[in-house]
């Protein structure tokens, strides 16, 4: 079992966007998807430390992004 963070862009703010459903609490962004990748990778821990729930060494990563291409 591992838990899962999607990010997402958001192209109006411009900006990425991390969340889970398997992670209460865990809504992070910022504008750089490394850079928000190791900010989820301090912040998981503490998060399910804080709920108490059991802490699996894995986290499934998804991206997804979205353009309008105009030719």
Same mark, same amino acid.
């Given at each position: 079992?591992?838990?899962? /963070?999607? %990010? ?6 411009? /900006?990425?966007?991390a969340q889970s459903d398997d992670i209460p609490g865990l809504v ?6 490394? =850079?928000?990748?190791?900010? /989820?990778?301090?912040?998981? $821990? ?10 699996? $060494?894995?986290i499934c990563f998804r991206v997804e992004r979205h353009e309008k291409? %105009? =030719?």
């Amino acid at each position: 079992m591992e838990y899962v /963070v999607q %990010f997402t862009w958001d192209s109006e703010a411009e /900006v990425w966007i991390a969340q889970s459903d398997d992670i209460p609490g865990l809504v992070l962004e910022g504008g750089s998807l490394d =850079a928000l990748i190791e900010r /989820v990778r301090f912040a998981a $821990p503490e998060l399910l430390n804080l709920n108490k729930m059991k802490k699996i $060494p894995s986290i499934c990563f998804r991206v997804e992004r979205h353009e309008k291409v %105009f =030719a």
